[in-house]
């Protein structure tokens, strides 16, 4: 797009924005009152509820309401293949609850008893596994045009499948009796198929329902599929638009993939969910790394869009704006989760905003109609690959506000200090490691007798697949966040193994007597006043090791969680009273427990106001809705030892 089309159309959107904002109030005025419509409860990815029954002074009182076990646990096990953690976000849409199983079944429950009304089973597991395993199915999207209310859901299988609301059968106006194959449309005819597949729900943005996909990323073979983004029309599946995430020959970037790499590249996908603004008619896609994730000898250039904040117009498809978070990947820092859209007033300015936290511990805030930044990012010098065939990009963009939420990069002062011993053994074990800025490049096993490059956070900490809640009432973002460092090397698969001269194989990172090498706290909350871009509070979330043997004589207090087994689980949910999140028993209590424990926070500070201990251990987004004048509380949870169930927490029935 030109920068004078791009002009044209921005103009023009605000030209149509009251005439839009009519059309969302007839809209909404079908949904009732403490409903939870999107994943992030409503399509700013806000995972806000109104609602205020349940508070600090009440919270320890919750109790579980009801629990329902998922259709998954009836289905033949010989006909399943492993989907692990259960962590799908039910939806409540006019006094019922839809929801989605781990291998892509759709319910629709009571939600104030969790009665079935009916179950959908797509038979997505009879189409066979993807690559990657276990994979889950983490949500549903609802839709209506005023007239229809459907629910959509990108299944394992590789089908968009539309639902009638009030039948739980197929839509028979939607593609081949409402299912759409989504093993088309990707413009490109050679790759792995079995390397694609879909967790994430899609997004509805007017009359378009708009698919992103998850790609295997550790793949020996240079076959993935690319991570173009497809649109269909949400009434007859027709196929409407694709968005190239790898730009093709005519297109703009397409010089940033060089060596005609554009051809071959994979991933570069939308695996997590995205936001839209309804009234705009924009949508926000979150693109990940491209292949391979460590050693992009074969990609050289900047790979424009991977790692990018893209801003299109859901009807058409066009860019409007973007904004690449890292160039030139090597570090897998996929931006994992979806924006949040927010309106603010900096420096006496309205701006109509999107904040996108990253993996990387930095928050980027923008413009969400121009995509101009609130506050300066500015590109710096990092250091150059050492690796051969590698070209690591000579810059990387540092948001200047607001500070990172995260540490970002290592040097000596960042390690552990708790005595003078561990503060010695601490140095001699950093010996083995590259430290340095954030964007310091893996390097090759063993080079300089260095074991790897200690990578803060690491590729599965900053912010992940939860993303940052926020109040829409305060412009306060919530940012839960783990440090989760990681050593990256790279090392030479054997002959005839792999596509590629070099593959990732990771570190061990531990610091003295298993305790960790870097400094606490290594999971946090922040909160962040987007109206200033000030830090409001950050605390660490999690004990931690505070009864470690060597420090639990110094009374250390909460140090947060320390890199636990799970990955990208739980996040926040926000209320008019109370922030709520949870941990993990195990790793608050013992390590026999199999629980977890829901936290309730006071939004203001960060003070704990009250635990719940949770026999089952959660795993999904919490969400939050009203029937009857009661809140609920809901959270997916088990799956490891084929016991997903939906837990729903509420106060005593007076």
């Given at each position: 797009?030109t920068?004078?089309?791009?002009t044209?159309?921005?103009?023009s ?11 969302s ?35 320890e009182?919750?109790?579980?309401a ?9 289905i ?15 939806l409540?849409?006019n006094?019922i609850m ?7 079944q ?24 993807p ?25 394992l299988g ?8 009030h ?5 028979p ?25 879909h967790?994430?729900?899609p ?18 073979s ?11 029309n949400?009434?007859?599946g ?5 968005f190239n995430t790898?730009?093709?020959p ?13 051809q071959?590249a994979?991933?570069?996908n ?16 979150p ?9 992009g000898?074969r990609?050289l250039?900047?790979?424009v ?6 801003c ?9 704006w ?16 979806a924006p ?8 006496g ?10 993996k ?6 923008f413009?969400?109609v121009?995509?101009e930044?609130v506050w300066?990012?500015?590109e ?10 590698e ?11 607001p500070?990172?939420f995260?540490q970002?990069?290592?040097t ?5 200090d708790?005595?003078?011993e561990?503060r ?9 490691f590259?430290?340095?800025n ?7 096993r063993?080079q ?5 490059t200690?990578v803060v ?5 900053g ?10 009432q ?5 940012i839960?966040?783990e ?8 090392v ?10 070099y593959?990732?194989q990771?570190g061990?990172?531990s610091g ?9 706290p290594?999971?946090?909350?922040t ?9 409001i ?6 004990k ?6 060597a ?7 909460p ?18 009273t109370v ?20 936290v309730?926070?006071?939004k ?11 026999d089952?251990r959660?795993?999904?987004?919490i969400?939050?809705y ?8 809901a959270?997916a ?5 084929n ?12």
């Amino acid at each position: 797009m030109t920068q004078l089309v791009k002009t044209f159309f921005i103009c023009s959107l605000l030209t149509v924005l009251s005439g839009c904002a009519e059309q969302s109030n007839e809209e909404q005025q079908v949904v009732g009152t403490g409903d939870w419509l999107h994943h992030g409860g409503d399509h700013s990815s806000a995972k806000y509820a109104d609602l205020d029954q349940i508070d600090g002074s009440n919270f320890e009182q919750l109790q579980v309401a009801w629990r329902w076990q998922s259709a998954d646990n009836r289905i033949p096990e010989e006909l399943l293949y492993p989907t692990g953690d259960y962590r799908a976000t039910p939806l409540v849409v006019n006094g019922i609850m839809y929801t989605a199983t781990n291998h892509s079944q759709v319910v629709a429950l009571d939600p104030a008893s969790g009665e079935e009304l009916w179950v959908f089973d797509p038979e997505s597991y009879k189409l066979g596994p993807p690559n990657f395993s276990p994979i889950q199915t983490r949500g549903i999207e609802y839709w209506t045009d005023g007239e229809v209310e459907r629910i959509f859901i990108a299944t394992l299988g590789k089908q968009l499948v539309s639902i009638d609301i009030h039948t739980g059968q197929p839509d028979p106006d939607f593609g081949d009796n409402g299912f759409v194959d989504l093993t088309q449309n990707l413009g490109r005819l050679e790759f792995e198929m079995r390397n694609i597949t879909h967790g994430a729900p899609p997004i509805a943005v007017g009359n378009t329902v708009i698919v992103g996909s998850k790609v295997f990323d550790y793949i020996m073979s240079n076959r993935s599929p690319p991570g173009h983004v497809r649109a269909y029309n949400a009434r007859t599946g027709e196929f409407k638009w694709r968005f190239n995430t790898i730009p093709q020959p005519g297109e703009e970037f397409n010089e940033t993939w060089e060596d005609n790499s554009w051809q071959s590249a994979g991933n570069t996908n939308v695996w997590s969910y995205m936001a839209a603004d309804d009234e705009l008619g924009l949508v926000y896609l979150p693109t990940s790394t491209p292949t391979n994730d460590y050693w992009g000898g074969r990609r050289l250039g900047e790979n424009v869009f991977a790692e990018s904040i893209v801003c299109l117009d859901a009807e058409t498809g066009e860019r409007v704006w973007h904004f690449q978070t890292v160039h030139h990947g090597l570090w897998d820092y996929d931006i994992a989760s979806a924006p949040n859209l927010i309106d603010i007033v900096v420096d006496g300015e309205p701006i109509k905003a999107i904040a996108q936290v990253s993996k990387t511990g930095f928050t980027y805030v923008f413009n969400r109609v121009t995509g101009e930044p609130v506050w300066p990012i500015e590109e710096r010098p990092v250091p150059a690959s050492t690796v051969p065939g590698e070209r690591a990009n000579p810059t990387q963009p540092f948001p200047t506000w607001p500070l990172p939420f995260e540490q970002i990069g290592i040097t000596l002062d960042d390690l552990i200090d708790f005595t003078p011993e561990l503060r010695e053994e601490a140095l001699e074990i950093s010996n083995n490691f590259v430290l340095g800025n954030i964007f310091t490049p893996p390097i090759v096993r063993g080079q300089d007798g260095k074991s790897s490059t200690y990578v803060v956070p690491g590729a599965a900490g900053g912010a992940n697949f939860p993303g940052a809640s926020m109040d829409p009432q305060t412009q306060t973002l919530y940012i839960p966040s783990e440090t989760r460092p990681i050593g990256m090397a790279l090392v030479a698969p054997p002959d005839g193994t792999s596509d590629w001269p070099y593959v990732i194989q990771y570190g061990d990172t531990s610091g003295p007597r298993g305790l960790p090498l870097i400094k606490p706290p290594y999971r946090r909350i922040t909160a962040i006043d987007l109206n200033t871009g000030e830090h409001i509070w950050q605390i660490p979330f999690g004990k931690g090791p505070t009864d470690h043997p060597a420090i639990t004589h110094l009374n250390l207090g909460p140090l947060g969680t320390m890199f636990n087994d799970v990955v990208a689980e739980g996040g926040i949910l926000i209320t008019k009273t109370v922030l709520i999140s949870y941990l993990a028993a195990k790793d608050e209590i013992g390590p026999e427990e199999t629980g977890s424990v829901l936290v309730a926070h006071d939004k203001a500070t960060g003070v704990i106001l009250g635990e719940v201990m949770v026999d089952q251990r959660l795993h999904g987004p919490i969400m939050s809705y009203l029937i009857d004048d009661r809140q609920y509380i809901a959270i997916a949870g088990g799956g490891r030892a084929n016991d997903s169930e939906l837990l729903v927490f509420a106060l005593p029935d007076s």
